[in-house]
């Protein structure tokens, strides 16, 4: 029986326990308000997306500006101004071989599109190659295609008989480095067979989704060494750690990889409003630059570059350029370490762990996965306590914007704190 009279179907919801589903009016910075005033922290920046805060005055102000100018337009033989300016700047602030920019308009598609970019590269040159190579317990997105090349479990396992074939290459756990590069070798050398991977795609140093899995810069370094050693194309999904969040503005910054792919969304916009790109190497763009209209790039979606969307990217490059962003992220990711060190030798917490921005540890559990209730109870008592969580299972993650203020942070960590003994109960 559902007495919920909304009609709203939401995600990853499950609206038969009676989740409640909570309204929002307003929000400013890291705060997010209700009709009647009340607030709640954003402590995980409404599912990763906002960086420099909601309703950054530059972001909205570069919004009105363009939708009173063009709101949306064609994209296949027509451009704009916004889409120009952004593609050039994503190219300035990206390695030199990254030379190329595909719009879509969520991060999913970002994915698909480089999928689909290095699966046309193979055939438009006349090696038609399939296979692609993943990391275990990753996440690339809900679509058929990127959940293809995500982890499988209870949250897809309707649509398991759907979803493609890939070669998995374990984890790169503490002190088991080794092993997943010795896979990742083996898979890429497998040329007797002629059945060569097509494209290894990778979450760069931290696994988001899969539950703030964290490995070092050398060994993402590595794994791009044994792409480019193998002729494999190299796909850097930084949908989630682009813009900041693990303390650099790329996560292949600190491990000095260039990617032959860089899928970016999320914080493209600084969080306010959809928008995703796909950036590659000349050689996958010149195989497909022919006098054959059969080797174009066929994808599109209909909001392709969407003006309204480029103007807020372009406002958020110009609050990268302008403000003192990378100030605010290092006091940040200062900030999470030092609460987190709080809290790290409590004997309910396992594996703290920090990458810049982004602080996480587990609640100590019997260990029943991911559909343990302790997340919706977790959820639940910090929104009591005026803080947006939302946990993974028993890990417990802080990744919020930019200009959260410190009594803020102090908040959110003094509930997680306090919620520590949920984990032994339920
Ligand atoms: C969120 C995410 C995606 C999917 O992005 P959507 O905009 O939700 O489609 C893909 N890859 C990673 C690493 C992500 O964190």
Redesign the pocket.
């Known amino acids: 029986m559902n007495s919920n009279p909304s009609p709203v179907w939401h995600p990853f919801t499950q609206h038969g326990l009676g989740d409640p589903v909570q309204p929002i009016a307003r929000g400013e910075g890291a705060r997010l308000y209700d009709a009647d005033g009340r607030y709640w922290i954003d402590a995980i920046s409404s599912?990763?997306?906002t960086t420099h805060g909601h309703g950054h005055p530059r972001i909205m102000a570069a919004i009105r500006a363009q939708s009173e100018k063009l709101d949306q337009l064609i994209f296949a033989g027509w451009t704009h101004e916004p889409a120009e300016t952004l593609a050039a700047e994503l190219v300035r602030i990206t390695p030199d071989p990254l030379t190329r920019v595909f719009f879509s308009?969520?991060?999913?598609?970002?994915?698909e599109v480089a999928l689909k970019m290095a699966l046309g590269y193979w055939f438009n040159i006349g090696e038609p190659r399939s296979r692609i190579l993943v990391l275990d317990h990753?996440?690339?997105?809900?679509?058929i295609g990127?959940m293809s090349v995500?982890e499988r479990g209870v949250y897809n396992r309707a649509w398991q008989p759907l979803l493609f074939d890939v070669d998995t290459i374990p984890f790169p756990y503490a002190g088991q480095e080794q092993t997943a590069l010795d896979a990742l070798e083996a898979a890429c050398a497998t040329p007797e067979t002629g059945n060569a991977p097509a494209a290894f795609i990778v979450?760069p140093l931290i696994?988001?989704?899969g539950g703030m899995l964290i490995y070092p810069a050398w060994v993402l370094a590595e794994m791009r060494a044994i792409c480019a050693r193998h002729g494999v194309l190299f796909i850097a999904?930084?949908?989630?750690?682009g813009w900041g969040r693990t303390g650099t503005r790329f996560a292949c910054d600190q491990a000095g990889v260039i990617p032959d792919i860089v899928?970016l969304?999320?914080g493209l916009t600084g969080g306010a409003i959809?928008l995703?790109v796909t950036l590659c190497i000349e050689p996958i763009f010149a195989a497909h630059f022919s006098a054959d209209r059969g080797k174009a790039f066929y994808h599109s979606s209909s909001y392709t570059a969407n003006p309204i969307a480029c103007a807020a990217a372009n406002a958020n490059l110009a609050i990268w350029r302008d403000e003192p962003v990378q100030q605010r992220i290092d006091a940040l990711a200062d900030a999470q370490g030092a609460h987190l060190a709080i809290l790290a030798h409590d004997p309910r917490v396992q594996n703290p762990r920090r990458l810049g921005t982004i602080a996480a540890l587990d609640i100590a559990v019997p260990d029943d996965g991911y559909l343990s209730n302790l997340a919706p109870r977790l959820t639940a008592f910090a929104r009591d306590r005026g803080v947006l969580l939302r946990p993974l299972g028993n890990s417990v993650y802080v990744m919020p914007p930019y200009c959260t203020m410190p009594d803020d942070l102090a908040q959110v960590w003094d509930t997680i704190g306090a919620a520590l003994d949920l984990g032994a109960g339920g």
């Open positions: 599912w990763w997306v308009d969520s991060g999913s598609t970002s994915v990753s996440y690339h997105g809900d679509t990127t995500g979450e696994l988001g989704a999904d930084e949908v989630m750690t899928c969304s999320k959809p995703a």
